[in-house]
């Protein structure tokens, strides 16, 4: 880990009492008849009294994107928000970018709503004095569905400009990604994700690069290793752990995953799978069981 980025990390303070989460509708969270929400959502609402809860609907992340007046130029707010007249983003590509806004400009607990909850955030996060968490999910990479930090911390803001380069830049001959009806294919709306927070993370805080080539999984089982014990050694000021979905950072699973199921959750809400989406749209080959 750099020293310069710790002793960045150390002007900027605890982590704050939020979380945020992004989903269409927020009343989500009262409908513990799910145990998607039950285990997840609703047992972090009753574990962490003290910590505030901020639910963003769809019109409330075209809201962080149109004020981001100062992270994003217009032309990318345009893109994203169909202010050109060719169609916004699809909602997977704007979650993308808003979580990274909210987890600049405010700080906090950043978790997709899919997440498992059963141990308190204060225990992991005010046990030292941490700015920064960063786990892994596996040995695959950094995770982007949970994260936390202090607010105003320039990972975020680098994240947001890789973003950015690629969206405006990523096209033939330096011209914007390629769109249809405002929506990315697959495949560049995917690498706008986790690849771009990991490269981020890569140049940000480690000496050298941390990802391996497609179809080398010994390598980056041996890379993210390192990067976590390196980042053991700077004393809680960034924290992580392997995250396998039942155990990781707020979760342990001392009597087996419990049964959740995601899927049933965005069927009552009416959310589609996005991957089927965006093939339809570009007439791609895809299938899948649920639509």
């Not at 695959?140 to 607010?151: E, G, I, K, N, R």
Request: aromatic share 10%.
């Amino acid at each position: 880990v750099k020293q310069k980025y710790m002793d960045y990390l150390k002007t900027l303070g605890p982590i704050p009492r939020i979380v945020h989460i992004l989903f269409p509708n927020k009343t989500f969270v009262e409908h513990n008849e799910f145990n998607m929400v039950k285990f997840g959502i609703g047992k972090l609402i009753e574990q962490n009294p003290d910590w505030e809860l901020r639910i963003y609907d769809d019109a409330d992340i075209d809201g962080l994107i149109a004020n981001a007046t100062d992270l994003l130029p217009l032309e990318e707010r345009n893109l994203l928000l169909g202010a050109n007249g060719k169609g916004a983003a699809h909602i997977v590509e704007k979650t993308d970018i808003a979580r990274l806004i909210v987890m600049y400009n405010f700080g906090g607990l950043y978790s997709d709503f899919d997440r498992i909850f059963n141990v308190p955030l204060d225990n992991v996060l005010r046990s030292g004095p941490a700015a920064l968490c960063l786990p892994t999910f596996r040995d695959d990479d950094f995770m982007q569905s949970l994260m936390c930090s202090a607010p105003k911390n320039q990972l975020f803001q680098q994240t947001i400009q890789i973003a950015t380069e690629k969206r405006i830049h990523g096209g033939p001959n330096n011209t914007p990604m390629e769109r249809r009806d405002g929506w990315l294919r697959r495949d560049a709306l995917l690498s706008l994700g986790p690849p771009t927070f990991n490269l981020a993370v890569s140049d940000l805080v480690f000496e050298g690069p941390l990802m391996t080539k497609p179809g080398e999984p010994q390598a980056s089982r041996k890379h993210m290793a390192l990067a976590r014990a390196a980042i053991q050694e700077t004393n809680g000021l960034i924290v992580t752990a392997v995250d396998t979905g039942c155990d990781g950072f707020f979760s342990k699973s001392s009597n087996g995953c419990p049964p959740v199921n995601k899927r049933e959750v965005q069927k009552f809400f009416g959310m589609r799978e996005w991957s089927p989406q965006v093939k339809e749209r570009w007439n791609e080959k895809w299938y899948s069981k649920w639509v």
